[in-house]
Protein backbone atom coordinates (compact mmCIF):
# COMPACT_ATOMS: atom_id res chain seq x y z
CA UNK A 1 0.00 0.00 0.00
CA UNK A 2 1.33 3.19 -1.29
CA UNK A 3 1.72 5.97 1.97
CA UNK A 4 1.34 9.75 1.51
CA UNK A 5 4.25 12.22 2.57
CA UNK A 6 1.96 12.61 5.82
CA UNK A 7 2.04 9.14 7.24
CA UNK A 8 5.96 9.34 6.48
CA UNK A 9 6.59 12.85 8.65
CA UNK A 10 3.97 11.07 11.32
CA UNK A 11 5.69 7.88 11.78
CA UNK A 12 9.14 10.17 12.14
CA UNK A 13 7.50 12.10 15.15
CA UNK A 14 6.30 9.09 16.87
CA UNK A 15 9.07 6.96 16.51
CA UNK A 16 12.06 9.07 17.24
CA UNK A 17 10.39 10.94 19.36
CA UNK A 18 10.16 14.54 17.54
CA UNK A 19 8.34 17.53 18.22
CA UNK A 20 6.47 19.11 14.59
CA UNK A 21 8.02 22.92 14.42
CA UNK A 22 5.22 25.28 15.82
CA UNK A 23 2.88 27.08 12.95
CA UNK A 24 4.99 30.14 11.50
CA UNK A 25 3.85 33.38 13.54
CA UNK A 26 2.08 35.95 12.20
CA UNK A 27 4.41 39.03 11.50
CA UNK A 28 4.05 42.11 9.96
CA UNK A 29 1.84 44.92 11.37
CA UNK A 30 -1.21 42.98 11.24
CA UNK A 31 0.22 40.38 13.31
CA UNK A 32 1.54 42.78 16.09
CA UNK A 33 -0.71 44.85 19.10
CA UNK A 34 -0.19 48.59 18.81
CA UNK A 35 -0.46 50.92 21.63
CA UNK A 36 -3.78 51.76 20.31
CA UNK A 37 -5.54 48.48 20.01
CA UNK A 38 -7.73 49.01 23.18
CA UNK A 39 -8.80 52.45 22.44
CA UNK A 40 -9.81 51.45 18.55
CA UNK A 41 -11.15 48.37 19.55
CA UNK A 42 -13.79 50.08 21.67
CA UNK A 43 -14.55 52.96 19.21
CA UNK A 44 -15.44 49.86 16.45
CA UNK A 45 -16.83 47.90 18.64
CA UNK A 46 -19.62 50.86 18.75
CA UNK A 47 -19.61 50.99 15.07
CA UNK A 48 -19.69 47.49 14.41
CA UNK A 49 -22.04 47.23 11.38
CA UNK A 50 -19.47 50.12 9.48
CA UNK A 51 -16.11 48.26 10.05
CA UNK A 52 -16.66 45.13 10.92
CA UNK A 53 -17.09 42.84 14.36
CA UNK A 54 -13.76 43.07 16.80
CA UNK A 55 -13.51 41.86 19.97
CA UNK A 56 -12.65 44.44 22.81
CA UNK A 57 -9.56 42.45 24.21
CA UNK A 58 -6.85 44.68 23.34
CA UNK A 59 -5.06 42.12 21.40
CA UNK A 60 -4.69 42.15 17.85
CA UNK A 61 -6.62 39.41 15.48
CA UNK A 62 -7.00 39.04 11.97
CA UNK A 63 -10.85 40.74 12.36
CA UNK A 64 -9.23 43.19 13.90
CA UNK A 65 -6.74 44.32 11.16
CA UNK A 66 -9.61 44.56 8.50
CA UNK A 67 -11.64 46.14 10.70
CA UNK A 68 -9.05 48.68 11.85
CA UNK A 69 -7.69 48.71 8.35
CA UNK A 70 -11.06 49.86 7.34
CA UNK A 71 -10.97 52.11 9.76
CA UNK A 72 -7.59 53.96 8.75
CA UNK A 73 -8.83 54.37 4.94
CA UNK A 74 -12.06 56.17 6.29
CA UNK A 75 -10.02 58.90 8.10
CA UNK A 76 -7.38 59.25 5.64
CA UNK A 77 -4.25 57.60 7.89
CA UNK A 78 -1.43 56.73 6.59
CA UNK A 79 -0.13 53.64 6.12
CA UNK A 80 -3.46 51.80 6.21
CA UNK A 81 -1.81 48.60 7.49
CA UNK A 82 -4.07 47.21 9.85
CA UNK A 83 -1.74 48.39 12.85
CA UNK A 84 -3.35 50.58 15.91
CA UNK A 85 -0.65 53.26 16.39
CA UNK A 86 -0.46 55.88 18.02
CA UNK A 87 -2.30 58.34 14.99
CA UNK A 88 -4.73 55.98 14.84
CA UNK A 89 -5.38 55.94 18.18
CA UNK A 90 -5.70 59.48 18.76
CA UNK A 91 -8.49 59.95 15.73
CA UNK A 92 -10.34 57.17 17.40
CA UNK A 93 -10.24 58.67 20.87
CA UNK A 94 -10.82 62.56 19.08
CA UNK A 95 -14.20 61.31 17.36
CA UNK A 96 -15.51 59.51 20.87
CA UNK A 97 -15.30 62.94 22.70
CA UNK A 98 -16.93 64.63 19.77
CA UNK A 99 -19.94 66.61 21.35
CA UNK A 100 -22.52 65.91 19.14
CA UNK A 101 -25.01 66.33 21.72
CA UNK A 102 -24.22 69.92 21.82
CA UNK A 103 -24.74 70.32 17.95
CA UNK A 104 -27.77 68.25 17.13
CA UNK A 105 -30.88 70.71 16.21
CA UNK A 106 -31.76 71.88 12.85
CA UNK A 107 -30.05 72.00 9.77
CA UNK A 108 -26.25 72.90 10.46
CA UNK A 109 -22.42 72.36 10.23
CA UNK A 110 -21.14 72.06 13.72
CA UNK A 111 -17.55 72.29 13.89
CA UNK A 112 -16.02 70.78 17.30
CA UNK A 113 -12.87 72.86 18.76
CA UNK A 114 -11.99 70.54 21.20
CA UNK A 115 -12.28 67.59 19.87
CA UNK A 116 -11.24 69.06 16.13
CA UNK A 117 -14.04 66.72 14.59
CA UNK A 118 -17.28 68.41 12.51
CA UNK A 119 -20.11 66.70 11.48
CA UNK A 120 -23.66 68.09 9.65
CA UNK A 121 -26.67 68.27 10.20
CA UNK A 122 -30.00 68.00 8.51
CA UNK A 123 -33.04 68.11 10.67
CA UNK A 124 -32.24 67.15 14.08
CA UNK A 125 -30.06 64.42 11.91
CA UNK A 126 -26.64 63.66 11.91
CA UNK A 127 -25.80 63.31 7.89
CA UNK A 128 -22.01 63.48 8.03
CA UNK A 129 -19.19 62.99 10.65
CA UNK A 130 -18.34 63.34 13.41
CA UNK A 131 -15.35 63.35 11.11
CA UNK A 132 -11.18 64.55 11.94
CA UNK A 133 -10.73 68.52 11.21
CA UNK A 134 -7.61 70.57 11.43
CA UNK A 135 -8.50 74.21 12.31
CA UNK A 136 -6.18 77.18 13.47
CA UNK A 137 -3.11 77.20 15.39
CA UNK A 138 -1.72 79.34 18.55
CA UNK A 139 -0.13 82.80 17.81
CA UNK A 140 -3.06 84.66 16.32
CA UNK A 141 -4.73 81.93 14.17
CA UNK A 142 -7.18 80.61 16.20
CA UNK A 143 -10.59 79.27 14.79
CA UNK A 144 -13.17 81.47 16.68
CA UNK A 145 -16.41 80.50 17.98
CA UNK A 146 -19.81 81.40 17.24
CA UNK A 147 -22.53 81.12 15.09
CA UNK A 148 -22.17 81.76 11.21
CA UNK A 149 -23.51 81.37 7.41
CA UNK A 150 -21.71 79.68 4.25
CA UNK A 151 -20.92 82.39 2.10
CA UNK A 152 -19.03 81.91 -0.67
CA UNK A 153 -18.23 78.58 -2.32
CA UNK A 154 -15.89 77.34 -5.09
CA UNK A 155 -15.20 74.53 -6.11
CA UNK A 156 -11.25 75.40 -6.50
CA UNK A 157 -10.01 78.93 -5.43
CA UNK A 158 -5.99 79.79 -4.23
CA UNK A 159 -5.70 81.98 -0.45
CA UNK A 160 -4.89 85.84 -1.62
CA UNK A 161 -2.77 85.81 1.67
CA UNK A 162 -0.65 82.17 1.21
CA UNK A 163 -1.11 81.14 -2.09
CA UNK A 164 -2.10 77.60 -1.32
CA UNK A 165 -4.90 75.96 -3.49
CA UNK A 166 -8.09 75.41 -1.44
CA UNK A 167 -10.24 73.06 -3.16
CA UNK A 168 -14.18 72.73 -2.17
CA UNK A 169 -13.83 76.18 -0.17
CA UNK A 170 -16.65 77.34 1.84
CA UNK A 171 -16.60 80.90 3.25
CA UNK A 172 -18.07 81.68 6.95
CA UNK A 173 -16.02 83.82 8.02
CA UNK A 174 -13.49 86.69 7.16
CA UNK A 175 -11.04 85.03 5.81
CA UNK A 176 -11.60 81.68 6.82
CA UNK A 177 -13.82 79.08 5.81
CA UNK A 178 -13.81 75.17 4.65
CA UNK A 179 -11.63 73.21 2.30
CA UNK A 180 -10.07 70.14 1.62
CA UNK A 181 -6.16 70.10 3.27
CA UNK A 182 -3.34 71.15 1.10
CA UNK A 183 -1.47 68.57 3.26
CA UNK A 184 -1.39 65.97 5.34
CA UNK A 185 -4.29 66.37 7.96
CA UNK A 186 -2.57 64.73 10.96
CA UNK A 187 0.78 66.58 10.87
CA UNK A 188 1.73 70.34 11.98
CA UNK A 189 0.42 72.68 14.81
CA UNK A 190 -2.76 73.65 12.43
CA UNK A 191 -3.81 76.11 9.84
CA UNK A 192 -4.29 80.08 9.62
CA UNK A 193 -7.87 79.52 11.05
CA UNK A 194 -9.83 77.68 8.45
CA UNK A 195 -11.33 74.38 8.81
CA UNK A 196 -8.80 71.95 7.22
CA UNK A 197 -10.85 68.97 5.62
CA UNK A 198 -9.95 65.30 4.13
CA UNK A 199 -10.84 65.53 0.61
CA UNK A 200 -14.04 62.65 0.58
CA UNK A 201 -14.82 65.23 3.75
CA UNK A 202 -14.65 68.64 2.13
CA UNK A 203 -16.30 67.05 -1.13
CA UNK A 204 -18.88 65.74 0.73
CA UNK A 205 -19.69 68.82 2.82
CA UNK A 206 -20.13 70.87 -0.66
CA UNK A 207 -22.21 69.00 -1.61
CA UNK A 208 -24.58 69.42 1.65
CA UNK A 209 -24.48 73.03 1.53
CA UNK A 210 -25.55 75.99 0.29
CA UNK A 211 -25.24 79.87 1.04
CA UNK A 212 -26.50 81.08 4.08
CA UNK A 213 -26.39 77.37 5.81
CA UNK A 214 -25.53 77.94 9.56
CA UNK A 215 -22.33 77.24 10.73
CA UNK A 216 -21.82 76.99 14.83
CA UNK A 217 -18.06 76.47 16.55
CA UNK A 218 -17.66 75.61 19.51
CA UNK A 219 -15.13 74.57 22.13
CA UNK A 220 -11.36 74.69 22.16
CA UNK A 221 -8.74 73.49 20.93
CA UNK A 222 -5.77 72.09 22.93
CA UNK A 223 -2.96 74.50 23.09
CA UNK A 224 -4.44 77.64 21.19
Known amino acids: MRRGLGYVVAVLVVGFGLTPAPAAAVTGPCGTTGPGQLAVERYLVAHAGTYGRVKVDGRQSAADCRAIKRF ?26 SAVSRCRAGTRVCVDLSSQTFWMVRGG ?7 PIRTGRAGGYRTPT ?19 KMPYWQHFYRDMGFHETPSPLYRGPGSHGCVNLLRRDAIALYRLTS ?10 KPGT
Do not use: C, D, N
Not at 125 to 131: A, D, E, I, M, S
Not at 147 to 162: D, E, L, N
Not at 211 to 220: D, H, N, Q
Open 146 to 164: GAFRIGAKKRMTTSSYYGT
Open 72 to 97: QVRFGISPAQGHAGTTTKAVAQRLTK
Open 125 to 131: RVVLGPT
Open 211 to 220: RGTPVVAFGR
